[in-house]
């Protein structure tokens, strides 16, 4: 069975001064592609709120005399369709 460069490098890990020196980034910094990406959301997410935050809203408040008075319709509900309901509770074979 052949080894694989992984497992290779799981048996036998390289020393620190074997390991070439563009190889490894431990410095932890971000690439400038991630510092564009997290910026443009960070500038959308700014944009967004402020428009936000500035607009001004339109919405109308119902007054109580307007709108579906559910008593009303209640006490005018005529000729509507009844279930019957049977009552299987107490039933013994």
């Given at each position: 069975?052949?080894?694989?460069?992984?497992?290779?490098?799981?048996?036998?890990p390289?020393?620190?001064h074997?390991i070439?020196?563009?190889a490894v980034?431990?410095?932890?910094e971000?690439?400038?592609?991630?510092?564009?990406?997290?910026a443009?959301?960070?500038?959308?997410?700014a944009v967004?709120?402020?428009?936000?935050?500035v607009?001004?809203?339109?919405?109308?408040v119902?007054?109580?005399d307007?709108?579906?008075?559910?008593?009303?319709?209640?006490m005018?509900a005529?000729g509507?369709?009844?279930?019957?309901?049977?009552?299987?509770t107490f039933v013994?074979?």
């Amino acid at each position: 069975m052949a080894i694989t460069a992984l497992e290779a490098l799981i048996r036998h890990p390289p020393r620190i001064h074997e390991i070439p020196r563009g190889a490894v980034k431990l410095t932890g910094e971000n690439s400038d592609a991630q510092d564009q990406l997290f910026a443009v959301a960070a500038t959308l997410a700014a944009v967004g709120f402020g428009m936000w935050a500035v607009s001004s809203t339109d919405a109308r408040v119902t007054s109580v005399d307007q709108g579906i008075n559910p008593v009303q319709l209640m006490m005018n509900a005529k000729g509507l369709a009844t279930a019957e309901f049977v009552d299987y509770t107490f039933v013994f074979h």
